[in-house]
């Protein structure tokens, strides 16, 4: 590929990014990075560096990478299954139409991936870098091509400041699958945020973040503009990780503030609420540089649905209780993943997760209550830079008078990287 084809290409991608900025913030999926027998392979941004340049020859101090995959998804989904790309069991019909009990095929490509990533040398020991990748999953609606942001952060002497996954999210514990979304309970968006991260001795590390994103509750009224809804603080992330050459271990704690409007009063007011996580990724069966492994993670807390992934954007961090006073709602989630190693290109995981909320001060008999997701598939990279996968995927989902929807999926997935 010559410099001046290399040149055409990213100039064409700054393009694209220009016109993702101008669209609306939406939360897509985790993303499986190049090699799927490798840890680490999941939802971190796209950072396979394949075919790179600098711009300036003489001192090569300042380089940049054009990265990203080719991707395709196909799927049965065998009756009440409503999105394509996704795959939310909370979003599951309890009560389904003729229509949405019958089975539905797709196929997609719009989880295709671009991304630049570059690295600014002051010194051997001193680098600045900067990370930008979008996709084509803006919306929902399987002819929507419109370019999507999903990373844009620069990183400087532990400080990353931008937008990417939050600090609620362990990416070495997401296990390895097709599915766009993945587990229900997985915690953690993309948000716009100031972190810092340290690493102690090799063995421990920890972050600090401040993040911030749309407010995600239920008002007194629903009929009520709730524009006027926003944050006083941003929302405080710390962990501490244990880390090994047998994975990791990490606690995380969050602290956040919300506003919003109760009962028929025009005053903002504001409610403080928190929680916390385990997660973590523990290898073993090592043999002929294969291994097998165990991921998890569980999570609790009040008024952070917007971090839990069936239950972000439902309106979950709080709602109005009985009495008309707006509440944070207590929430839970929990998942575990075990992935078996064939050989060095093939993997198989099973999947179990389950989010939950406390709706017993609520009067609407038809609010989320609970939800489950099973996963199994196999994962299978034939030669360099591509990567097959088949998935079976169950979801059920249930409400306050215990009545339930359940649905299910057969897809696949092809991925040529760039």
């Given at each position: 590929m010559s410099i001046k084809f290399k040149v055409l290409i990213v100039f064409c991608f700054s393009m694209l990014v220009s016109s993702a900025y101008?669209?609306?913030?939406?939360?897509?999926?985790?993303?499986?990075?190049?090699?799927?027998?490798?840890?680490?392979?999941?939802?971190?941004?796209?950072?396979?560096?394949?075919?790179?340049?600098?711009?300036?020859?003489?001192?090569?101090?300042?380089?940049?990478?054009?990265?990203?995959?080719?991707?395709?998804i196909g799927g049965l989904d065998l009756g009440n299954i409503q999105n394509t790309s996704e795959f939310y069991p909370s979003k599951i019909p309890i009560y389904p139409t003729l229509r949405e009990e019958k089975p539905r095929s797709f196929l997609d490509a719009r989880q295709t991936r671009l991304a630049v990533d570059g690295v600014y040398e002051i010194s051997s020991s001193d680098k600045v870098h900067i990370y930008v990748e979008m996709d084509f999953f803006n919306t929902e609606a399987a002819t929507s091509f419109v370019p999507h942001l999903r990373h844009a952060y620069g990183e400087y002497k532990g400080f990353l400041i931008g937008q990417t996954w939050s600090t609620m999210k362990n990416t070495s514990a997401f296990p390895v699958q097709v599915d766009f979304e993945g587990p229900n309970s997985i915690a953690g968006p993309r948000n716009p945020m100031i972190r810092y991260t340290q690493s102690i001795n090799n063995k421990y590390s920890f972050a600090v973040a401040l993040e911030t994103h749309n407010e995600d509750y239920t008002p007194y009224d629903v009929n009520t503009d709730d524009s006027m809804a926003f944050q006083y603080v941003p929302d405080l992330i710390v962990y501490i990780q244990k880390n090994g050459n047998w994975g990791n271990l990490r606690l995380t704690g969050i602290l956040k503030n919300m506003s919003y409007t109760n009962a028929s009063s025009d005053a903002i007011k504001s409610k403080t609420s928190g929680g916390a996580e385990i997660s973590g990724i523990v290898k073993?069966?090592?043999?002929?540089?294969?291994?097998?492994?165990?991921?998890?993670?569980?999570?609790?807390?009040f008024g952070i649905a917007h971090y839990i992934n069936d239950l972000r954007g439902q309106g979950l961090d709080a709602a109005p209780d009985n009495n008309g006073d707006m509440q944070p709602i207590p929430v839970m989630g929990g998942f575990i993943a075990y992935k078996h190693a064939w050989?060095?290109?093939?993997?198989?995981?099973?999947?179990?997760?389950?989010?939950s909320i406390d709706n017993?001060?609520?009067?609407?008999?038809?609010?989320?209550?609970?939800?489950?997701?099973?996963?199994?598939?196999?994962m299978w990279s034939p030669v360099d830079r591509l990567?097959?996968?088949?998935?079976?995927?169950?979801?059920?989902?249930?409400?306050?008078?215990?009545?339930?929807?359940?649905?299910?999926?057969?897809?696949?997935?092809?991925?040529?990287?760039?």
């Open positions: 101008a669209q609306n913030y939406k939360d897509t999926a985790a993303i499986k990075q190049h090699n799927i027998t490798k840890d680490n392979q999941d939802p971190i941004p796209v950072r396979e560096k394949r075919n790179s340049y600098s711009d300036n020859k003489k001192s090569k101090k300042i380089s940049l990478d054009f990265i990203g995959y080719i991707k395709l073993f069966l090592d043999r002929n540089e294969i291994n097998d492994d165990v991921r998890f993670g569980y999570t609790y807390g050989s060095k290109t093939s993997t198989t995981s099973a999947v179990f997760s389950f989010t017993s001060d609520y009067v609407d008999d038809d609010m989320y209550d609970f939800s489950t997701y099973g996963a199994v598939n196999y990567d097959y996968g088949v998935e079976l995927i169950y979801g059920k989902n249930q409400n306050k008078l215990n009545d339930n929807g359940v649905g299910y999926r057969a897809q696949f997935m092809a991925i040529y990287h760039l």
